[in-house]
């Protein structure tokens, strides 16, 4: 089945070699996200590290495969010391970023400060308050367990919604409906998200997401 033309399939890695949260969303012109796919890929204590990332590739390259995304995003980290949570989690999202590249989908790195703010309005909201968000946002019938899928499925949302921010702040069209025309795939039901009254008004989860990107240098993710 051939989804409409407004919408945009987003793949969202939430990296992390014990759990690696993936998941698929698609969101269209208004703004509105429906639940395509979510897992979370996980390995036993003492798995090499060779096999998880083979494990983590092994089903970014399946969800890819079979859904199809347009898009994808991953978590970007910031550390100021080499931990090795940290060196991990960089680990598995350069095997998520290798893996859309080899099935030529681009690649967005959003900080957890700047999906905060786009889900919740709020860069520093807890993780209860992101999965609350992204239940409502997605319609779901129960919040999505553990948090990692949750993390993912906001990843993925956030990175829909970037284009629409910045394009009332500062002209950046970002993913627009033009670019979003001739996607193939199926539909879903979607939950409407507010939307800025008039040109140029933005909802404070937009002016929060506007906020961290700046805080980082308004860097291109």
Known sequence: MTRPADVV?????????????IAVVDVDARRRAALVHV???????GTSLDQRLLRIDEAVTRILAC???????VERMFANNNTPTVLGTAQAAGVA????????I???LHTPSEVKAAVTGHGDAGKEQVTTMVTRILRLDAPPRPADAADALALAIAHGWRGTALGHAAGQTGMDTADMASRAGRSHSAARVPLP????????AQRAWLAAERSTGGRRR
Do not use: N, S
């Not at 399939?9 to 949260?21: A, Q």
């Not at 897992?39 to 204590?45: A, I, R, S």
């Open 9 to 21: 399939r987003i793949l969202g890695v939430d990296p992390g070699l014990t759990r690696c949260g």
């Open 197 to 204: 009254t008039r040109a140029g008004e933005m909802t404070a």
């Open 97 to 104: 970023i290798a893996a859309a590249a080899r099935a030529g």
């Open 39 to 45: 897992e979370v890929v996980g390995t036993p204590p």
């Open 106 to 108: 681009p690649v967005g």
């Open 67 to 73: 859904h199809r995304p347009d898009r994808a995003a």
